[in-house]
Structures are given as structure tokens and as C-alpha cells.
């Protein structure tokens, strides 16, 4: 009977011991890590112009009265010069008071006020830009942010961005591999990543420039980057 459970026992713990072994084994599969980088370089097709229209006067009446004039002007001067897939809209409109401060009576006093009509427009002529600047600023147009440059469709330039972060990833883990004497055995994790470009400012502008006013205002756009990134683990042998 002894013997019996002698056997049994042993036969219990080599069973246990070969589960531990095989857990282990599971445990311990080797793995390769790696990032990859992509990054596609295109020219913007699309450009923001934030144009505004402030005027000040002693009342707020005369404020809204000429800023109302002006910026009727400015409409009417961008929706000239715009195409089809242009478009133009009100983004902001502010009055406020203005108050100079007194030395005298140590106190604000109120000096007039400040009307602010800002508007935005969206245009596929980058090649006009500057023209479109100078045509507002001549005709009532005091502040001017931009342009800023951007691309409408930036799908398959991410689609390429990525396939070159995974290209850029396998090179990686490639070298790598054969560098330490181990083989690539599939995919184990992926994790794509997509960057948001940052658009391209070109400058502020105000309504007094240094060029001739014969010479339209130079805008160049340069390149907008998209890129694209990936976290890859490989399972090596």
C-alpha cells in the first residue's frame, strides 16, 4: 500500500512539474519592440484670413455707424475678388468702451468707444492672397491675421505616412534582429498613431506695410508635414 501511494505521489508531482514548466515557457517568449516614423511633405491647397474692421469714436452710435460702412466695403471688395469654393463669414463682433486713465484725478475716464467686425475667409487662390490683402486694407481693413495654410483632404497623405512608419518600424526590427543572432516570428502588437500637422502661418499684417503700394504683398506658403507613428512588437526566435 505504501509503494502504491509512493507511485502515485511522484506520478502527481512530475505532472504538476511539467505544467510548471510549460506555464513558464509561455512566460518567457521572447519579444522585439520597436517605433516607426513616417512623414509625407505636400504644398497647402487651402488658405484662413482673419480680416477685421475696428473703428473708435467718442460715442458708441458713430463707433457702430462707421465700422458698419467699412466693413460693408470690405464685403463687398472680398466677395469680388473670391471664387466659387471661396467663402467669407463673420467669426466675431465686439463693441466695448474705451478709457484712458487720469493722472490727475487718479481715475478711468471714459474716452469713446470701440467697435471690432472680424471676419474670416476661406480660399482655394493661394496665388491671390495678396492681392486679396491689400484690396481690404484699402478699403477699411485695420487688422489682419494670417493666412494660414492647411490641406482640405489629408487622408491618403496619412495613409502613406503610415505605410512608411511601418516600413520605417520592420527596417528597425530587420537589423536589429540579425544584429542579435534572432529571427522574426509574426507580429504580436501594433499601434498606429496619427500626428495632427500644425498649419502654416504665414505673418500678422496691419494696414501700414513697408512694400510700394504698387507691389502686391508676397505670400509664400511652403510645405505642410504630415506624419504618422507606430509601436510594433514582433515575436522572435
Given at each position: 500500500m505504501y509503494k502504491y501511494r509512493l507511485i502515485i505521489f511522484l506520478l502527481f508531482a512530475l505532472l504538476l512539474s511539467s505544467q510548471a514548466i510549460t506555464f513558464a515557457q509561455d512566460n518567457n517568449s521572447r519579444s522585439l519592440n520597436v517605433n516607426g516614423r513616417g512623414e509625407v511633405k505636400a504644398k497647402p491647397d487651402v488658405a484662413y484670413i482673419n480680416i477685421s474692421v475696428i473703428s473708435k469714436a467718442k460715442t458708441a452710435q458713430a463707433a457702430l455707424q462707421d465700422n458698419a460702412n467699412k466693413t460693408t466695403n470690405v464685403l463687398n471688395k472680398i466677395k469680388s475678388l473670391i471664387g466659387k469654393q471661396d467663402t467669407v463669414k463673420t467669426s466675431g463682433f465686439n463693441l466695448s468702451p474705451v478709457y484712458d486713465y487720469n493722472q490727475t484725478t487718479k481715475k478711468s475716464d471714459l474716452t469713446g468707444y470701440s467697435v471690432s467686425n472680424d471676419l474670416v475667409v476661406k480660399t482655394v487662390d493661394l496665388e491671390n492672397l495678396g492681392n486679396l490683402i491689400d484690396a481690404t486694407t484699402g478699403v477699411g481693413a485695420n487688422r489682419i491675421n494670417g493666412?494660414?495654410?492647411d490641406i482640405l483632404d489629408k487622408s491618403k497623405l496619412r495613409k502613406e505616412a503610415l505605410r512608411?512608419?511601418?516600413?520605417?518600424?520592420?527596417?528597425?526590427?530587420?537589423?536589429?534582429?540579425?544584429?542579435?543572432?534572432?529571427?522574426?516570428?509574426?507580429?504580436?502588437?501594433?499601434?498606429?498613431?496619427?500626428?495632427n500637422p500644425q498649419p502654416l502661418y504665414a505673418r500678422s499684417y496691419d494696414s501700414v506695410r513697408a512694400a510700394s503700394p504698387e507691389s502686391s504683398t508676397p505670400i509664400e506658403s511652403g510645405d505642410i508635414t504630415v506624419s504618422a507613428s507606430v509601436n510594433?512588437?514582433?515575436?522572435?526566435q
Open positions: 493666412p494660414r495654410f512608411l512608419a511601418v516600413k520605417d518600424a520592420k527596417d528597425t526590427a530587420t537589423v536589429t534582429a540579425e544584429a542579435a543572432g534572432v529571427s522574426i516570428v509574426q507580429v504580436m502588437q501594433l499601434n498606429p498613431n496619427y500626428n510594433i512588437t514582433y515575436q522572435i
